[in-house]
């Protein structure tokens, strides 16, 4: 049985920050990730954009997380050279119904304590993209796109740099607490011999595969482990320069942030994602979409020419709550929520968690401890 320190299984975004954070705590950290590099998961299909916290109810973790993490990611960024840019993010309305929703929106961003938020008028609108047509819009200038693989490289590089080893290939199925304090992770290889870990502290930052992993937990009350939904996305790219230097979002509805529109880095864009509940992790973009993408966007731009509309690619999020459901919230579990000392379990890491990760990590740095 090989014994370490401190074993964070996970290499998105999110299990790169915790391993980094805990590195930097003083911790040595294992990094244990099932496919052959880090970030080939939810962290790599994703719309790729530093939230502002607009969404999200006052007091949940989701709204707590996303407006300190956004701070944390520019600056993040700013010190290790990662690639990033704020050109805001303009919540459009469409019809009149829809005007009213803008001032809810930014009545919530505000309790939230986003506070640089302005409504502008179809004029207004129209003054900074030429091309968009709605009645008014949302600006939150806190919006941003940032280059995700060149974030994850750089998080991982400094938790290496502060001692992290990271092991790919390495999917683990089991999960026990030991004999004489700690925890142990496990499993079968396919040669038939059993591999196990034994380590003090462990974070569960398997993305889609959390819940599941934490099921195999036999000491973990099976109460505290959500059922888990999956929220699949395609996204269709835009062929040729775009006319929008905004990133465009419609007013969401329930479940989602709707078909929206982010420029990307080199100045190309992509829609998306829409959602469709799945049961199985399939990335295959259903084409078959592509008529409701182009009546979706032509509600904000009606001068798009769909046949430069392709398929792009696809993500997949993992709700814990029903599709009939509007909502969710981030869940960290740490000793006080299931008893556990030296675990940590996340579960539901979906958007915004790419903004989020950075105090999602300093969040399982303190809940470690408990």
Known sequence: MFEVDTVVIGAG???LACARALARAGHEVY?????????????????????AGLYYPPDSLKAELCVRGNRMMRQFCDDFHVDYRMPGKLVVATTEEEIAKLEIIKANAEQCEVTDLTILNRQECRVLEPELEVLAALHSPSSGIVDSHGLMLALLGD???????????????????????????????????RIEILCQYLVNAAGLGATRLASTFRELDPQTIPRTWFAKGNYFSYAGKLPFRHLIYPVPTKGSLGTHLTPDLGGQGKFGPDIQWVTEENY??????????????????????????QPAYSGIRPKVVAPDIASQDFIIQGPRD??????????GIESPGLT?????AEKVVAKIGD
């Not at 999960?175 to 079968?188: E, L, N, Y």
């Not at 008529?291 to 001068?303: A, M």
């Not at 299931?338 to 579960?347: I, K, S, Y």
């Open 159 to 193: 938790a290496e740099a502060h001692g992290t080893v990271a092991a790919y290939g390495a999917e683990m199925t089991g999960i026990s607490t030991a004999a004489g304090g700690g925890f142990i992770v496990s499993r079968d290889d396919p040669s038939g011999d």
């Open 356 to 360: 989020s990760s950075l105090a999602i």
């Open 31 to 51: 990094l244990l990730e099932k496919e052959n590099t880090f970030g080939t998961g939810i962290s790599s299909r994703n719309s790729e954009v530093i939230h």
């Open 284 to 309: 295959d973009v259903d084409e078959s979409r592509k008529p409701l993408f182009v009546n979706s966007i032509r509600k904000y731009w009606p001068g798009l020419d769909e046949n430069r509309l």
């Open 338 to 347: 299931h008893g556990l000392q030296g675990f940590v379990n996340l579960m």
């Open 13 to 15: 975004v999110v299990g």
